[in-house]
């Protein structure tokens, strides 16, 4: 029922935690099930009592579990309070819409297959070198106390710099605002150039998480269609022969939800159309170092005059340390870091030192050519699923984390993604990243979490009934 990997890079202790919350969430474990003994459990799973007793009191402290004593561990039940109740009433009927998106899909991250998450396997990432910047931070006599400056931690600063340079972004460490991830950068850039009433372009489908901003910033947000190749430019026209927008919020590389990459030629006339109709382009390059091939960016053409570059470390090193970064011309950087210690004073210095130890670790750019390769197996594999049970593949770059894709038979995938919560599985619905919310067949799959034979049987099964229901 629970598999342990030892010769992974997750402590047993996480992975012990992570899968029986999984269990309990996916309802494969019913509240009031008892759990085997300490004793059993380290047994059947070959490892140490003491393991197993901080994984049990770690669910406790976390109310997934209930201590009864001298009768063991059992999973606790709604009516007993706690945290447990809530993700169990969230997995039978979940609400699909912007809200749902941020907050409830990490309360639910730990339902037992996750191909619609946004996040990569914790083996995946670069947990060996954070450990090591980690040691390394806690015994060379490093100050831990105190606040960090206010752009971040200057040796970073300083790399990203020169890394941004190898890619023909020239900028200096003091055009380099480090934040609290690319969220935070998102943030930043809309309530320093934004106002209520302002019209914001975006990608659509786009990102959930800056739809549901700009919409709490009470902004007019204004969708640009994404196709597989880019932007639909005839239609970007269009929108500015009537409207006056402030920005443009883009993924140009590897995009959200789609993965579609846009062309040089288009980047060009972007910039061509910004200039003319005066707004700021924002640059969201967070997938960039996923990307095998080196491409040209909205920054590197304009050189940051009309572009606000955002880049983050979340997704190849690891989530948990909030680590991402802000470029822009110098009279804009300055407004960004006074809106930055406003809202909440400096940005964690622990967190930047240890990224810094981690991208400066001799096994970075190894790290990343193995991540490069292992998603690009990934969607080579997943896509030839999809096709397999009639998908329609809207890209495929055979890079990056998504792939975005239909079936003929779903006309609703917020109604299939409601029936696999109660298998354990989150999917990702499509109304989920479109503008204008509505339902609608396609979902983004993540390749990293798709390759588990059981999501595969629940599509196969789905679509089945669906053809079977059609010709009824």
Request: charged letters at 20%.
């Given at each position: 029922?629970l598999?342990?990997?030892?010769d992974?890079?997750?402590?047993?202790?996480?992975?012990?935690?992570?899968?029986?919350?999984?269990?309990?969430?996916?309802?494969?474990?019913?509240p009031?099930?008892?759990?085997?003994?300490?004793?059993?459990?380290?047994?059947a799973?070959?490892?140490?009592?003491?393991?197993?007793?901080?994984?049990?009191?770690?669910?406790?402290?976390?109310?997934?579990?209930?201590?009864?004593?001298?009768?063991?561990?059992?999973?606790?039940?709604?009516?007993?309070?706690?945290?447990?109740?809530?993700?169990?009433?969230?997995?039978?009927?979940p609400r699909?819409?912007?809200?749902?998106?941020?907050?409830?899909?990490?309360?639910?991250?730990?339902?037992?297959l996750?191909?619609?998450?946004?996040?990569?396997?914790?083996?995946?990432?670069?947990?060996?070198?954070?450990?090591?910047?980690?040691?390394?931070?806690?015994?060379?006599?490093?100050?831990?106390?105190?606040?960090?400056?206010?752009?971040?931690?200057?040796?970073?600063?300083?790399i990203i710099?020169?890394?941004?340079?190898?890619?023909?972004?020239?900028?200096?460490?003091?055009?380099?605002?480090?934040?609290?991830?690319?969220?935070?950068?998102?943030?930043?850039?809309?309530r320093?150039?934004?106002?209520?009433?302002?019209t914001?372009?975006?990608?659509?489908?786009?990102?959930?998480?800056?739809?549901?901003?700009?919409?709490?910033?009470?902004?007019?947000?204004?969708?640009?269609?994404?196709?597989?190749v880019?932007?639909?430019?005839?239609?970007?026209?269009?929108?500015?022969a009537?409207?006056?927008?402030?920005?443009?919020?883009?993924?140009?590389?590897?995009?959200?939800?789609?993965?579609?990459?846009?062309?040089?030629?288009?980047?060009?006339?972007?910039?061509?159309?910004?200039?003319?109709?005066?707004?700021?382009?924002?640059?969201?390059?967070?997938?960039?170092?996923?990307?095998?091939?080196?491409?040209?960016?909205?920054?590197?053409?304009?050189?940051?005059?009309?572009?606000?570059y955002?880049?983050?470390?979340?997704?190849?090193?690891?989530?948990?340390?909030?680590?991402?970064?802000?470029?822009?011309?110098?009279?804009?950087?300055?407004?960004?870091?006074?809106?930055?210690?406003?809202?909440?004073?400096?940005?964690?210095?622990?967190?930047?030192?240890?990224t810094?130890?981690?991208?400066?670790?001799g096994?970075?750019?190894?790290h990343?050519?193995?991540?490069?390769?292992?998603?690009?197996?990934?969607?080579?594999?997943?896509?030839?699923?999809l096709?397999?049970?009639?998908?329609?593949?809207?890209?495929?770059?055979?890079?990056?984390?998504?792939?975005?894709?239909?079936?003929?038979?779903i006309?609703?995938?917020?109604?299939?993604?409601?029936?696999?919560?109660?298998?354990?599985?989150?999917?990702?619905?499509?109304?989920?990243?479109?503008?204008?919310?509505?339902?609608?067949?396609?979902?983004?799959f993540?390749?990293?979490?798709?390759?588990?034979?059981?999501l595969?049987?629940?599509?196969?099964?789905?679509?089945?009934?669906?053809?079977?229901?059609?010709?009824?």
């Amino acid at each position: 029922m629970l598999t342990l990997s030892p010769d992974i890079a997750t402590p047993l202790v996480s992975q012990i935690v992570d899968g029986l919350r999984g269990l309990i969430a996916g309802q494969v474990l019913k509240p009031g099930t008892k759990l085997p003994s300490i004793r059993a459990f380290a047994v059947a799973h070959n490892v140490s009592v003491f393991t197993v007793v901080e994984a049990y009191d770690r669910l406790v402290a976390q109310g997934w579990l209930v201590s009864r004593a001298h009768s063991g561990f059992f999973v606790k039940r709604r009516e007993e309070g706690g945290s447990v109740g809530a993700p169990a009433r969230e997995v039978e009927t979940p609400r699909f819409d912007a809200s749902w998106y941020l907050k409830q899909i990490f309360e639910n991250r730990n339902l037992p297959l996750k191909p619609g998450c946004g996040w990569l396997p914790h083996d995946w990432l670069f947990g060996d070198a954070v450990r090591r910047s980690m040691r390394q931070l806690s015994s060379d006599g490093s100050e831990l106390d105190g606040y960090g400056l206010p752009y971040g931690h200057m040796a970073l600063r300083m790399i990203i710099a020169e890394s941004l340079a190898e890619h023909q972004i020239s900028a200096d460490a003091g055009q380099v605002l480090l934040t609290h991830g690319s969220s935070q950068g998102l943030d930043l850039v809309a309530r320093c150039l934004l106002k209520p009433g302002d019209t914001v372009l975006v990608d659509d489908p786009g990102y959930p998480n800056l739809l549901f901003m700009l919409r709490f910033w009470g902004v007019d947000v204004v969708g640009v269609p994404r196709t597989g190749v880019g932007y639909d430019l005839a239609a970007l026209e269009a929108i500015l022969a009537t409207r006056k927008p402030k920005a443009f919020f883009t993924q140009p590389r590897l995009q959200s939800p789609t993965c579609s990459v846009a062309s040089v030629a288009q980047l060009h006339r972007l910039l061509q159309l910004a200039e003319l109709h005066d707004f700021v382009l924002v640059e969201n390059d967070i997938y960039a170092d996923m990307d095998a091939t080196s491409r040209t960016t909205l920054a590197s053409l304009d050189q940051l005059r009309r572009v606000v570059y955002v880049g983050s470390y979340s997704k190849t090193i690891s989530p948990n340390l909030r680590v991402g970064y802000l470029l822009a011309r110098p009279d804009l950087s300055a407004q960004f870091v006074q809106l930055k210690m406003i809202a909440g004073l400096t940005s964690s210095d622990i967190a930047e030192r240890i990224t810094f130890g981690a991208i400066t670790d001799g096994r970075w750019r190894k790290h990343l050519k193995s991540l490069r390769d292992r998603l690009g197996e990934a969607h080579r594999q997943v896509s030839r699923r999809l096709l397999g049970l009639g998908f329609e593949i809207f890209h495929e770059p055979e890079a990056g984390m998504y792939l975005w894709a239909r079936h003929p038979d779903i006309s609703d995938s917020a109604v299939l993604s409601q029936s696999a919560t109660q298998e354990g599985i989150m999917l990702g619905p499509g109304q989920l990243f479109l503008v204008e919310p509505r339902p609608t067949g396609w979902l983004r799959f993540n390749v990293a979490f798709s390759s588990d034979e059981r999501l595969w049987r629940f599509l196969d099964q789905r679509i089945l009934v669906g053809q079977s229901a059609e010709h009824a």
